[in-house]
Structure formats: C-alpha cells, structure tokens
C-alpha cells in the first residue's frame, strides 16, 4: 500500500450539487497501492441536508467507508473551512475541488502521482486545475496573459485558484494552515505567497456552474 489520497469538499447550501461531486469521486479510477478518501464538509449551510444523509445511506458499506462527512453548525469561510477538512483528511495527497464541479479526467489520481514524480527535483509543491465553464468552454485561470497555456497541457505559474488544487498534506507542515481571516477569497494567495520558493503547476479541469 502507498497510501491514500484524499478529495476534500466544503460544502454550502448545495447538497444535490455536493452529492453530483461524491459520485464524481468515486467514479474515479483507481490506482493500485492507493485508496481513495472523501472529506466532506457541511460548512454551516442554511439549507436542509437530509437529502445528501439519505444518499449517503444509499451507498455499499464498501463506499461509505471512503466518505466523512462533517456537519459544521457555524460557517467557517472557505480557509477555515479548508483547515477543518485538511485536519480530518489522513491522505499524502489532499485535492480540493469546489462543491459544484467535477473532474473530467478520471485518471487524475494516476496523473496527479506521475507529476510529482515527474517534477520532484523542481520542488513541485501545488498543482492548479484549469476550471472550464461548460456552457461557454472558456476556462477560468490567474494567468495574467492566457497565451501561456496555448497549445500546452501545463505551464509553472505562481499562482492558483482555489476551486481545484491538490498538494502533499506535508507541505502545510513548511507553509501552515490557511489563513482565516480570508474568510471568503484571496486565501489562495496567501498560500502561493507561503511557497513562493516552489513552482506552482497548472492542468486541466473541468467544472460546472451551479444556477444556486
């Protein structure tokens, strides 16, 4: 066994949208030597989540056990949100994807794996997913001019947006944890500013937009 690798989802006022995201999850491929893990965290939503307890309850016992589900009281913003859930995760791997969003590449463990292999001697410490809009297929990116990522499928950048990240849980050990005054946008600089020495990585992910 290698080890697990964690997918950590803040979830608020969009329970049917968070159950399409657990599906997505586990629909994933798997890698041999790695198990998947699911933190789910309801961060203080005003809105009645039995219907993703129910889901939940749908689920083989084999699934379920791959899921924790976190029913906070009090919203803690998105970085102490994150906080919250990279303290529950138990993986080597932590990916955050957004409550509304799926990921196309059902490989992206096996890929996730091969790029920090890939680019261990460059000290690779966060990998940034582009998230594309289905409806318009524009991507959504920090890069200040688009045309770096033309005709590529990844490019070092300094910067990440939050919606689909992955990095080692290791590195908030260098970094520490979010800072939660950002309690909603810009804790994702305050991160790439607390790694600025490593070189931040960009692929393709996509996501959609819920009308809630």
């Known amino acids: 066994m290698d080890g697990i690798f964690s997918f950590l989802i803040i979830s608020f006022n969009r ?3 968070t159950i399409d995201a657990v ?4 629909q994933l ?3 041999i030597g790695w198990t998947k893990e699911i933190i789910v965290l309801n961060n203080g939503s005003t809105q009645d989540y039995s219907v993703f307890q129910n889901y939940l309850n749908t689920l083989s016992a084999e699934e379920r056990n791959f899921i924790h589900y976190i029913n906070h009281t009090e919203n803690l913003g998105v970085a102490g949100g994150r906080n919250i859930c990279i303290k529950k995760a138990t993986g080597k ?3 955050f ?3 509304d969003s799926e990921i196309a590449n ?3 463990i096996q890929k996730v794996l091969d790029l920090y ?19 318009s297929g524009k991507f959504d990116m920090p890069l200040k001019d688009p045309k770096l990522i033309e005709g590529k499928q990844e490019v070092f950048y300094n910067l990440f947006f939050g919606y689909g990240h992955v990095f080692p849980k290791s590195l908030i050990e260098q970094t520490g944890y979010y800072q939660e005054d950002f309690f909603y946008g810009m804790e994702e600089y305050d991160l790439s500013y607390a790694t600025v020495k490593a070189r931040l990585f ?4 996509k996501r959609h937009f819920s009308d809630t």
């Open 106 to 108: 059902k490989d992206v």
């Open 97 to 99: 994807m957004d409550d």
């Open 23 to 26: 599906k997505n999850v586990l």
């Open 93 to 95: 791997y932590l990916l």
């Open 117 to 135: 292999k890939k680019y261990e001697n460059e000290k690779l410490a966060i990998i940034g997913f582009l998230g594309q809009n289905p409806f």
């Open 202 to 205: 960009y692929s393709f992910y």
């Open 29 to 31: 491929d798997n890698v």
């Open 15 to 17: 329970a049917e949208d």
